[in-house]
């Protein structure tokens, strides 16, 4: 990719043009769910009781119904429309209008009624999901459990066949077991999926879902129990609660029986002979949840900066270049720092998930749908959700902030987004125990390339590698780059700035990471299941941190890929200093890494802060288009920092200084007096 192909004045960006290659593949199906989020009778309501809001977003679930927006995952036959992608493209811009609707939604028909359709058969369909669909059925998707939380394979409710009967006898033997923090639970779900231990003819196959329902007209069914979880930290608008379930029986056909059934008898059958393998099936094809989850984050972080942004542009702050004139608050480098890295943090985010959800539509449509294909997208599912969610965290806070007292009235949104969205990072997995999956991935793919290689090819790595590390570590690669460099901050700032630079330096972190804790790990291969248990947790960190190395590398991927589609030349320019800001930003950041692993000199690490400094300055005056560009109006950003009034404010004040000065009557300033005198003082010992 060429780098600086047009000047800083004469660089543009074409913000139509960039809006549409942001809105992506689905761009009319973005624009039709924004249009919906921008209905005031969908929006969240501030101040509200919990009450109050919980019945305003169960009413607005039928909003939904009505305008024809959950129906797209669902099969043609039934009313929908196969549009497993589309229908998260659309359920991601809900978040701005009220991320406890996004997420009520989310459980209803992404949750709840997916559980039906990937797990259950084509009888379950035709039973439960038109019921589903147009909200006869609110459901809860009853998976996790106070005991085990992330860890689904080791959940205690039992759901034991009993032949005689043709029956489930579902039962939480203990409070550990109870279902926790299942949206719907509390007031509205009159069934729910739930996730138990299958036992048939005294075997244990392991976690299977089930169709149960949980109320009628007059409440709880017999043998079942909750308790409302009452109000949260954020999502008021969603009745999260416990479910718990005392030999509650349910036909055997009530079995969603895709990957797994029971005959009248007893005998257990699977199109999937591992265990393991069928467990990780039945999770894989809930991916959506996460898929969706990375989407609606980098919408939340659009909107934080969109609202701080424009705001910037237009608040003044302190006489630093002007007796007269304040500074705006973009013009500081540090509102810069702030503002403008996270900037292009959410670019990379957004260009990604566009590939995710493109990667999602390829296995639920069916045209790319291998086990290898699957167990890519949970991967890559499970490695992009982590990052984006901290980032929206991180970015809303910032904002906050950015925008002083302002920023934290709730009536600016930055507090109320922040509260709600906090639990992202823990929904549909902790973010930690996701990344770990991903470093898991990281090694096995590790162990499979040199499985491939024959022992002629694993002795010449043996000794490259030694000869790698010696390299890296005697300071030879730091010495031959300092020598390069001499004398030239400008000739350091060239190399790093080059793409392919920047893309080794970063895929070589991650291998050298993957490659080390890989080598510790194969030294107790053979020893007992504790020792083996004791090695891996002494890398545990090393192995996250690895993994997310992984995921900011393929963030910077998608980035790049994304400049080749760019066919303005002053917007592809803009957008690839965007992109250096990112790939830059990550080496600063990590920089004691890559100089204590002497991947990098010391001159050409003190260059880093410098050069992002000014691409920093060169992005400055384009940063309102770019955030222009992510085509949120005022019915989605609803915050009054952003609708040009502190501009009118700004104005009136220093029109109002300006006539002061002018007129006879602007007091005279102590500074300017104290000056006069002591000028005066002066002249008067000089005669």
Same mark, same amino acid.
Request: aromatic share 8%; with cysteine; hydrophobic share 40%.
């Given at each position: 990719?060429?780098?600086?192909?047009?000047?800083?004045?004469?660089?543009?960006?074409?913000?139509?043009?960039?809006?549409?290659?942001?809105?992506?593949?689905?761009?009319?199906?973005?624009?039709?769910?924004?249009?919906?989020?921008?209905?005031?009778?969908?929006?969240?309501?501030?101040?509200?009781?919990?009450?109050?809001?919980?019945?305003?977003?169960?009413?607005?679930?039928?909003?939904?119904?009505?305008?024809?927006?959950?129906?797209?995952?669902?099969?043609?036959?039934?009313?929908?429309?196969?549009?497993?992608?589309?229908?998260?493209?659309?359920?991601?811009?809900?978040?701005?209008?009220?991320?406890?609707?996004?997420?009520?939604?989310?459980?209803?028909?992404?949750?709840?009624?997916?559980?039906?359709?990937?797990?259950?058969?084509?009888?379950?369909?035709?039973?439960?999901?038109?019921?589903?669909?147009?909200?006869?059925?609110?459901?809860?998707?009853?998976?996790?459990?106070?005991?085990?939380?992330?860890?689904?394979?080791?959940?205690?409710?039992?759901?034991?066949?009993?032949?005689?009967?043709?029956?489930?006898?579902?039962?939480?033997?203990?409070?550990?077991?109870?279902?926790?923090?299942?949206?719907?639970?509390?007031?509205?779900?009159?069934?729910?999926?739930?996730?138990?231990?299958?036992?048939?003819?005294?075997?244990?196959?392991?976690?299977?879902?089930?169709?149960?329902?949980?109320?009628?007209?007059?409440?709880?069914?017999?043998?079942?129990?909750?308790?409302?979880?009452?109000?949260?930290?954020?999502?008021?608008?969603?009745?999260?609660?416990?479910?718990?379930?005392?030999?509650?029986?349910?036909?055997?056909?009530?079995?969603?029986?895709?990957?797994?059934?029971?005959?009248?008898?007893?005998?257990?059958?699977?199109?999937?002979?591992?265990?393991?393998?069928?467990?990780?099936?039945?999770?894989?094809?809930?991916?959506?949840?996460?898929?969706?989850?990375?989407?609606?984050?980098?919408?939340?972080?659009?909107?934080?900066?969109?609202?701080?942004?424009?705001?910037?542009?237009?608040?003044?702050?302190?006489?630093?270049?002007?007796?007269?004139?304040?500074?705006?608050?973009?013009?500081?480098?540090?509102?810069?720092?702030?503002?403008?890295?996270?900037?292009?943090?959410?670019?990379?985010?957004?260009?990604?998930?566009?590939?995710?959800?493109?990667?999602?539509?390829?296995?639920?449509?069916?045209?790319?749908? $291998?086990? &290898? #294909?699957?167990?890519?997208?949970?991967?890559? =599912?499970?490695? %992009? *959700?982590?990052?984006? /969610?901290? @980032?929206? !965290?991180?970015?809303?806070?910032?904002?906050?902030?950015?925008?002083?007292?302002?920023?934290?009235?709730?009536?600016?949104?930055?507090?109320?987004?922040?509260?709600?969205?906090?639990?992202?990072?823990?929904?549909?997995?902790?973010?930690?125990?996701?990344?770990?999956?991903?470093?898991?991935?990281?090694?096995?793919?590790?162990?499979?390339?040199?499985?491939?290689?024959?022992?002629?090819?694993?002795?010449?790595?043996?000794?490259?590698?030694?000869?790698?590390?010696?390299?890296?570590?005697?300071?030879?690669?730091?010495?031959?780059? $300092?020598? &390069? #460099?001499?004398?030239?901050?400008?000739?350091? =700032?060239?190399? %790093? *700035?080059?793409?392919? /630079?920047? @893309?080794? !330096?970063?895929?070589?972190?991650?291998?050298?990471?993957?490659?080390?804790?890989?080598?510790?790990?194969?030294?107790?291969?053979?020893?007992?299941?504790?020792?083996?248990?004791?090695?891996?947790?002494?890398?545990?960190?090393?192995?996250?941190?690895?993994?997310?190395?992984?995921?900011?590398?393929?963030?910077?991927?998608?980035?790049?890929?994304?400049?080749?589609?760019?066919?303005?030349?002053?917007?592809?320019?803009?957008?690839?200093?965007?992109?250096?800001?990112?790939?830059?930003?990550?080496?600063?950041?990590?920089?004691?890494?890559?100089?204590?692993?002497?991947?990098?000199?010391?001159?050409?690490?003190?260059? %880093?802060?410098?050069?992002?400094?000014?691409?920093?300055?060169?992005?400055?005056?384009?940063?309102?288009?770019?955030?222009?560009?992510?085509?949120?109006?005022?019915?989605?950003?609803?915050?009054?920092?952003?609708?040009?009034?502190?501009?009118?404010?700004?104005?009136?004040?220093?029109?109002?200084?300006?006539?002061?000065?002018?007129?006879?009557?602007?007091?005279?300033?102590?500074?300017?007096?104290?000056?006069?005198?002591?000028?005066?003082?002066?002249?008067?010992?000089?005669?």
């Amino acid at each position: 990719m060429t780098q600086d192909i047009l000047t800083n004045e004469s660089a543009a960006v074409d913000v139509a043009a960039l809006g549409e290659q942001l809105l992506g593949r689905w761009a009319d199906i973005r624009r039709r769910a924004r249009e919906i989020a921008g209905d005031p009778k969908i929006q969240r309501i501030d101040g509200q009781s919990m009450d109050e809001h919980r019945q305003r977003v169960f009413t607005q679930l039928s909003d939904l119904v009505d305008a024809g927006s959950v129906h797209r995952a669902f099969p043609v036959a039934l009313g929908g429309e196969d549009n497993h992608a589309g229908s998260i493209a659309s359920f991601e811009e809900l978040v701005t209008a009220d991320p406890s609707l996004q997420i009520k939604a989310g459980v209803q028909w992404g949750l709840f009624g997916s559980a039906v359709l990937h797990l259950g058969t084509e009888e379950h369909h035709a039973k439960w999901l038109p019921g589903i669909m147009n909200l006869e059925i609110p459901g809860a998707f009853a998976m996790t459990e106070i005991g085990h939380g992330s860890d689904v394979a080791s959940i205690g409710t039992m759901a034991t066949y009993d032949a005689s009967a043709q029956e489930f006898v579902i039962h939480t033997p203990f409070k550990a077991a109870w279902k926790e923090y299942l949206g719907n639970a509390a007031i509205h779900g009159k069934a729910c999926v739930l996730f138990a231990q299958l036992i048939s003819n005294g075997v244990n196959r392991g976690v299977h879902a089930f169709y149960v329902p949980l109320r009628d007209e007059n409440g709880f069914l017999p043998g079942i129990g909750g308790a409302d979880d009452g109000l949260k930290g954020g999502l008021n608008g969603i009745d999260n609660g416990q479910l718990h379930f005392t030999h509650v029986r349910i036909p055997r056909t009530n079995l969603l029986n895709r990957y797994g059934d029971v005959a009248p008898d007893g005998t257990y059958t699977s199109p999937i002979h591992s265990p393991g393998r069928r467990f990780f099936t039945m999770l894989g094809t809930l991916v959506q949840g996460r898929v969706s989850l990375d989407g609606a984050a980098v919408a939340a972080s659009k909107v934080a900066l969109q609202i701080a942004v424009t705001y910037a542009n237009q608040r003044r702050q302190f006489n630093a270049s002007s007796p007269t004139a304040e500074e705006v608050l973009l013009d500081y480098q540090r509102h810069q720092r702030r503002l403008i890295t996270r900037l292009a943090t959410t670019y990379a985010s957004g260009f990604a998930h566009e590939e995710l959800l493109a990667k999602f539509d390829g296995v639920f449509s069916g045209e790319t749908d $291998t086990d &290898a #294909d699957r167990q890519d997208l949970e991967t890559l =599912a499970a490695a %992009l *959700k982590p990052l984006s /969610t901290w @980032h929206a !965290l991180d970015t809303l806070q910032e904002c906050r902030e950015a925008c002083g007292g302002a920023g934290f009235m709730a009536e600016n949104r930055f507090t109320s987004l922040r509260a709600d969205l906090d639990v992202y990072a823990t929904f549909e997995g902790d973010n930690n125990i996701l990344l770990q999956l991903v470093g898991k991935r990281l090694l096995t793919d590790y162990g499979q390339e040199f499985r491939k290689l024959n022992a002629g090819v694993l002795a010449r790595y043996v000794v490259h590698h030694a000869e790698k590390v010696a390299l890296n570590r005697s300071g030879l690669r730091q010495l031959a780059q $300092t020598a &390069a #460099d001499t004398g030239s901050e400008r000739r350091s =700032a060239n190399v %790093l *700035k080059d793409p392919q /630079t920047q @893309h080794e !330096l970063l895929t070589d972190r991650v291998g050298s990471m993957v490659s080390e804790i890989a080598d510790a790990l194969r030294a107790v291969q053979g020893r007992s299941q504790s020792e083996q248990a004791a090695a891996f947790n002494e890398h545990q960190q090393e192995l996250i941190d690895a993994a997310r190395a992984h995921g900011e590398l393929l963030l910077w991927e998608s980035f790049t890929r994304a400049l080749d589609e760019v066919a303005d030349q002053g917007t592809r320019t803009v957008l690839t200093w965007l992109r250096d800001v990112y790939g830059l930003g990550l080496l600063e950041k990590n920089i004691g890494w890559y100089l204590m692993n002497g991947r990098l000199s010391m001159q050409r690490g003190r260059t %880093l802060s410098s050069y992002i400094n000014r691409l920093l300055a060169r992005l400055r005056p384009h940063a309102q288009d770019l955030v222009d560009a992510f085509g949120y109006g005022p019915e989605h950003l609803r915050a009054p920092l952003a609708t040009g009034g502190e501009n009118e404010r700004q104005a009136e004040a220093m029109e109002y200084y300006r006539r002061l000065r002018a007129s006879t009557d602007a007091p005279l300033d102590e500074k300017i007096m104290v000056a006069r005198e002591k000028a005066a003082k002066r002249a008067a010992k000089s005669k």
